[in-house]
């Protein structure tokens, strides 16, 4: 399985819900991330967990919650969004470093979230 | 910060005719990634140069790493429709962060 799932695949919310988005991978890997991809830019990473924990927070705000349950799932807990935050949320997973050559990332199809 | 630059930032081309995406990235890189995302799907990894001046081919595509690890570029030879989308670099100079350039869109005209 070389496949990284994520839930749901669109996703409408009020800037006063709180909502979920959800992404599992299967390939052993042990690091994991969330970018978010505004309509004709490049992928703009927010955090890294490596080995279920935070390395990398890209100083995303702190509506934005990530959580790592176990090493094949990644959750992004949302709270009090702005319309300027909808975008296509990826997850993608990678083996873990072992050494100055890493291993390409794999990327989900993405949540397209559009926050009214 | 570190930063990837990526041009052009478009590119029409008639079907047949070659293309190329450029890179160049502010400090030394220990690897470079190149993605392809597809119109309304998600970055798909094409290939990875680690090595100072390496060149990699994948059938019409031919991938270079500059020898001062801090260039890197994408040719196409004889596009198809089916290269249509958006190529991106991504450089890496330590851990886990992948700094993505801008992207280069490229539509192939039949």
């Known amino acids: 399985d070389t496949e990284v799932t994520q839930t749901p695949k669109h996703l409408v919310m009020g800037m006063t819900n709180k909502k979920s988005l959800k992404c599992e991978q299967h390939m052993g890997h042990r690091a994991m991330y969330w970018y978010k991809q505004k309509a004709k830019k490049p992928p703009e990473l927010m955090f890294v967990?490596?080995?279920?924990?935070?390395?990398i927070n890209e100083s995303v705000p702190s509506r934005f919650s990530p959580e790592c349950p176990n090493s094949s799932l990644l959750n992004l807990h949302l709270h009090a969004l702005q319309p300027e935050d909808s975008a296509l949320y990826l997850c993608?997973?990678?083996?873990?470093?072992?050494?100055?050559?890493?291993?390409?990332?794999?990327f989900g199809p993405g949540t397209r979230l559009t926050v009214l | 910060g570190q930063q990837v630059m990526q041009i052009p930032q478009y590119q029409h081309v008639q079907e047949g005719e070659d293309f190329t995406t450029y890179c160049n990235s502010s400090?030394?890189?220990?690897?470079i990634q190149w993605y392809k995302q597809r119109p309304g799907g998600h970055p798909v990894f094409l290939i990875q140069?680690?090595?100072?001046?390496e060149v990699k081919k994948q059938k019409r595509l031919t991938f270079q790493f500059g020898e001062a690890k801090k260039n890197s570029s994408l040719h196409i030879t004889a596009t198809q429709t089916t290269d249509v989308g958006t190529y991106f670099c991504?450089?890496?100079?330590?851990?886990?962060?992948?700094?993505f350039g801008a992207g280069t869109i490229l539509r192939v005209k039949s």
């Open positions: 140069l680690v090595k100072s001046g």
């Open positions: 967990y490596s080995y279920e924990k935070l390395s």
């Open positions: 400090t030394t890189l220990s690897n």
């Open positions: 993608a997973s990678s083996q873990a470093p072992s050494g100055p050559s890493y291993n390409e990332q794999f």
């Open positions: 991504a450089g890496r100079r330590y851990g886990n962060k992948l700094v």
